[in-house]
């Protein structure tokens, strides 16, 4: 049997050394045909079971059902006879529920993650396919990862996908997570190798250039994103990971700690700031120590606290240098009888000011920083406000004082600069200009 494929695939369709498989890729860079090429090869050569798996069991009719049909076609190897017994050498696709049988006793099942209670029923198998992974929830892939099993095959889990934020489980999982501080691979590493292993997952990056039975005006159109969307052209026509949407502070970065340090002590008056959030269960204790340069309008952020999970008493105890030393706090007023604690425990703390519309206020004030530098000692911090963007409403316009994840460093900044207004460029050339307007010219000689 022959069958042309793209080059850049071919040493993927056989490579069955490691467990996990993942194929990070670009729109029409042809890696879901690929897998489900290598599915159907495998298949044939040994008697399994496969689950092909998305989020919403209904669009596999479009999709993943579809192109295996289409493939199978393509080899001849669809059995179309009628007869009860399957063809030898070829594959008998059904539909209600879909599932692809083979004359050697293999089968291909396809399920939702919307229908989790249907996945109990599946025994023995040994190979599944994620198809749009980073669509899948978190507890989803775990959950098939304890439906990977047989008592003698090799197992084995492909995950195919479009790169999205670096906020979804695919990139924290198989890359790196800053929050667990859990470093697998860069995948700037995987841009330029295009392919590598590390320890039992094998990692595959390709993009549109990579296929070549496209027609070259696919690509065109690929290209004529960079204009007009540059999100979705990294993820269509790069294939990379990134920011998804709109940056709340673009002016966000960060700084060796030393660095840091040297900078607030050039600044001739610095403002000294901290404040805090409060967490316990789902959200975090989030404490910050900023310092601001009021005269180039530089904010700098060089400490962080940062738990959950905390009881106020627990809290306090891990803070105790801040009522030693009488550093004043500006936490979140909406915590009335947890800043009254602290204050009875000997603790300089104080509600920041709360108003309809305080959150845009805020978020506003921080945009208005030349430069928001942050220590790299501060890692959640960089987590939470370097890639953190704004939401969308369901037209997909963007929410001005609500964001993608629940930033606690980001409303810390917002109580502990309560009360400080940075310079608005808008009314700072108001300004200029009507001092301008009434000083009187002098007479040229």
Known sequence: MEKEVNPHFED?????????????????????YHVALKIILKLMQEKRTALVVREVYETHKDST???????????????????????KGKIRPKESPYELKFYNGSKIIFKGMDKPAKLKSIHNVSLIWLEECSEIKYEGFKELLGRLRHPTLRLHMILSTNPVGEDNWTYRHFFQDRINKRFVLDDKELYQKRTIVVGDTYYHHSTADDNLFLPASYIEQLEEMKEYDPD???IARKGRFGVNGVRVLPQFTTMAHREVMKAINRIKKPLFR?????????????VLRMAVDMEKQYLYIYWEYYKKGMTDDKTAQELKEFKESGERIIADSAEAKAIQYYRQQGFNMYGATKYQGSRLANTKKMKRFKKIICSDACENTIHELENLVYAKDKNGNIIPDEFAIDPH???????????????????EAQNQSRSTRQRPRGRRR
């Open 12 to 32: 993927f369709l056989f490579d069955w050394n490691e467990k996990f498989q993942l194929l990070v890729g670009g729109y029409g860079s042809s890696k879901s």
């Open 65 to 87: 059902f579809a192109l295996f049909n289409e493939i199978i076609e393509d080899m001849g190897l669809l059995d179309d006879s009628g007869k009860r017994k399957i063809a």
């Open 232 to 234: 979705l052209y990294r």
């Open 274 to 286: 901290v404040g805090m959030d409060f967490g316990f269960v789902d959200s975090y204790n989030a």
């Open 409 to 427: 460093t980001f409303s810390a900044a917002w109580y502990g600069l309560d009360g400080y207004e940075v310079t608005d460029l808008k009314d």
